[in-house]
């Protein structure tokens, strides 16, 4: 199934996020500029209220007189946009501006309390006013009247200042999404070069141009690279056992083969030669595809339980060896795992074990236990002890000819704990017989 490449998705998540971002910021500062200019007016239509308050009078018989000049120029001029007016509550009089000429703007009567302030957008007549009324209980002398004053604004002013200053926030918001749409794709650029490093070198190693990735990279991808570089050893090195065992197979087999044909031209040795080159023929194929079918070291195994492993193989060489009446004992915690194949640790265990069963007395202890980084398997035996300690793990030597089995076995472990990068000891046992030591690095 195709998907998104990781260039696509970034760009278009850092896209999502940026474009919402800065609309979410541009509609957050045009609002508060918006607020901020309407806060303007209604403080500015404020002032107007109090200089009308400074210019009104009773007369004597309590009627409201005002200057012709009230101090504010557009009050004075018919239709000019800002309109006031004083309502008389006690006479039901009201006094407007002259600019309120030719217009019907929303001027209140009633409702506003004394001493109240009431800051309002008014839509009247088919258009929008900003409007501003004061309630005040006026006295003058010995008379007092309960007025209402108002000054409304028509809106488009408001509205043109709000919609220039939108216009020109959206702009530069418009331009700085771009800038910064543009700097992240060189920025995404730039931080997958790495990515593309790594693509082709792994293209030159399967070209055999390269053998591995060699590259330094950021902490974020040597982790990958040192993976795919162990995982690129550990088949060549696969692919080199196969290779390796195909070759000494068909290289080793050739002897048995030419003694064979010898021997059927004298019929009476016949029977000897079978046996014996038929029973050498098996060691070396049991050997070749023993080292050939070894797991080696893996990083992206899971740890196997070794507990279990080994009680297994206890238990089978218990019955194999009855009638000796040895006595196995194996020490193994039972939380130690360790990242190895479980046909391997077979391999290993049983052929070790076994080994240790024939030449056994009496006892035979298996132990297993993490030392540091290492994990240490260690096996012993009471019997006689390794008279060689160095041809035994070669191919075709056994301590004894008198013992049945192949001679291969310890050469088989020998080369499966190498493909672990591991370490393999004969020695002498606290027991007084064999002891082998195998020692696998962790992985």
């Known amino acids: 199934m195709n998907s998104y490449s990781i260039r696509a998705r970034l760009l278009f998540g850092a896209a999502l996020v940026l474009v919402a971002f800065l609309a979410a910021a541009g509609f957050a500062v045009n609002r508060a500029h918006a607020d901020s200019v309407r806060a303007a007016h209604f403080s500015r239509m404020q002032g107007t209220v109090y200089l009308l308050l400074a210019r009104a009078e009773l007369d004597g018989q309590g009627e409201l007189v005002l200057p012709p000049d009230v101090g504010e120029p557009r009050l004075a001029v018919p239709a000019s946009g800002m309109y006031a007016g004083i309502h008389n509550l006690a006479r039901k009089e009201q006094w407007r501006s002259a600019s309120v000429l030719g217009t019907d703007p929303p001027l209140r009567r009633d409702g506003v309390e004394t001493g109240e302030w009431l800051n309002e957008v008014v839509t009247h007549g088919g258009r929008d006013y900003l409007a501003v009324s004061f309630g005040v209980k006026w006295e003058t002398g010995k008379r007092a009247a309960p007025l209402v004053i108002t000054v409304a604004e028509d809106a488009s002013e408001y509205e043109r200042e709000v919609a220039i200053f939108a216009r020109t926030l959206w702009a530069w918001l418009g331009g700085a999404t771009v800038l910064l749409l543009l700097a992240q794709v060189l920025l995404l650029e730039w931080a997958l070069v790495p990515l593309k490093r790594v693509a082709i070198e792994i293209g030159r190693i399967e070209a055999g141009t390269q053998s591995r990735i060699e590259g330094s990279y950021p902490t974020e991808i040597s982790g990958l690279t040192d993976n795919l570089n162990t995982l690129v050893a550990q088949e060549r090195?696969?692919?080199?056992?196969?290779?390796?065992?195909?070759?000494?197979?068909?290289?080793?087999?050739?002897?048995?083969?030419?003694?064979?044909?010898?021997?059927?031209?004298?019929?009476?040795?016949?029977?000897?030669?079978?046996?014996?080159?038929?029973?050498?023929?098996?060691?070396?194929?049991?050997?070749?595809?023993?080292?050939?079918a070894a797991g080696g070291a893996s990083r992206f195994s899971t740890p196997l339980p070794l507990a279990p492993v080994l009680a297994r193989v206890r238990d089978a060489l218990q019955k194999v060896y009855a009638e000796k009446e040895l006595q196995f004992t194996v020490h193994c915690p039972a939380d130690l795992a360790w990242r190895i194949d479980e046909g391997d640790l077979f391999e290993v265990m049983g052929n070790v074990m076994d080994n240790a069963a024939k030449w056994a007395k009496s006892q035979v202890a298996a132990s297993a236990m993490r030392d540091g980084g290492r994990l240490v398997i260690e096996v012993q035996d009471d019997g006689p002890g390794f008279s060689d300690t160095e041809s035994v793990l070669h191919m075709h030597v056994r301590g004894d000819e008198r013992v049945p089995g192949h001679g291969v076995g310890l050469a088989v472990v020998n080369d499966i704990v190498r493909s672990y990068q591991g370490k393999l000891k004969l020695g002498r046992s606290g027991m007084g017989g064999g002891s082998v030591r195998i020692e696998l690095p962790a992985s």
Do not use: C, W
């Not at 003694?259 to 016949?270: G, I, K, Y």
């Not at 023929?281 to 050997?287: F, L, P, S, T």
């Open 237 to 292: 090195d696969r692919q080199g056992r196969y290779k390796e065992a195909l070759s000494f197979l068909a290289h080793s087999l050739k002897t048995p083969l030419a003694v064979l044909r010898n021997a059927l031209q004298s019929p009476q040795d016949l029977p000897v030669a079978v046996r014996q080159q038929v029973k050498r023929m098996d060691e070396i194929v049991q050997h070749q595809l023993g080292r050939a």
